[in-house]
């Protein structure tokens, strides 16, 4: 026992020497920003819309919202609390990311989204929900698994401001994450298969949207933000990429409605309002 409590003095002297700071669970920036920062994955070389369809989503969502802020670009993932951007820096201090930056909005805009009815709040979940199974496919599909279209589109915007050497490395990993993904939840890649569910369910948004301003009338809400996400990066991103082609654009194309809602939604949105 006096051995064991020598060791523990012992011990208790070694760690004084590197005193450790204990921080709160939620991480605390020193500054505090006086308006709320969401940080995104670089946005175009053009200072517009980030080329990632959840930052641009949750851009659409704040706006859409008239949530207070300011966006700026970011280049790690890895700064996230979650480990994948965007994340939002609160005026509270907290970095919130995912869901919760959808219930950071919700809580401090409740008027946000209160036009609709309660079946209408189920089928504006269930319709983000099917982008996001749906749509999503398409995009990774026709952005990181043809190589053309990966050397074209999304290895420049990865590579964008970096130096050598991780201006070559960091877009080939990026590129093998993505294609992990897209095997873990599809046993495999079958392009007949994923512009089939792409078809689906942009024939359900174009049905939903008829010719209503937004997916639930003269307002837009979550599934607005989510759906024009999915529209506007693989209609613009392709369309000004010499050598690359989008299968899923082609499909988009097809409904006009749809083309349509992205640009009044872009031109109503964005233009005046970017950085």
Request: charged share 20%; proline share 5%.
């Amino acid at each position: 026992m006096e051995y064991l409590t020598a060791a523990q003095q012992q011990w208790t002297a070694f760690t004084a020497r590197f005193p450790l700071e204990t921080k709160e669970p939620v991480w605390t920036p020193e500054n505090v920003p006086a308006v709320s920062v969401l940080f995104v994955f670089n946005r175009a070389a053009n200072g517009t819309t980030s080329m990632e369809v959840d930052s641009l989503a949750a851009q659409a969502l704040l706006l859409f919202a008239g949530y207070p802020h300011i966006v700026k670009d970011c280049h790690e993932h890895d700064q996230s609390p979650s480990g994948q951007l965007p994340y939002l820096l609160t005026t509270k201090g907290k970095a919130l990311a995912g869901r919760e930056i959808i219930d950071e909005v919700m809580d401090q805009i409740p008027g946000f989204g209160s036009h609709l009815k309660s079946t209408e709040k189920a089928d504006s979940f269930a319709i983000s929900s099917l982008a996001e199974s749906k749509l999503h496919f398409g995009l990774l599909y026709d952005l990181w698994y043809s190589p053309q279209n990966s050397l074209k589109v999304a290895f420049p915007q990865y590579s964008h401001d970096r130096p050598w050497p991780l201006k070559e490395v960091l877009p080939r990993i990026r590129r093998w994450e993505q294609m992990d993904w897209m095997l873990k939840h599809h046993v495999t890649i079958d392009k007949e298969e994923i512009l089939d569910d792409v078809k689906v369910a942009l024939s359900a948004y174009a049905v939903q949207l008829d010719q209503k301003q937004y997916l639930f009338g003269s307002k837009p809400t979550l599934a607005d933000a989510t759906l024009f996400a999915y529209l506007h990066i693989l209609l613009s991103t392709f369309n000004t990429a010499a050598g690359s082609h989008s299968h899923a654009r082609d499909i988009i194309m097809r409904h006009d409605n749809l083309v349509q809602y992205a640009r009044r939604i872009w031109g109503s949105w964005f233009t005046e309002r970017i950085e």
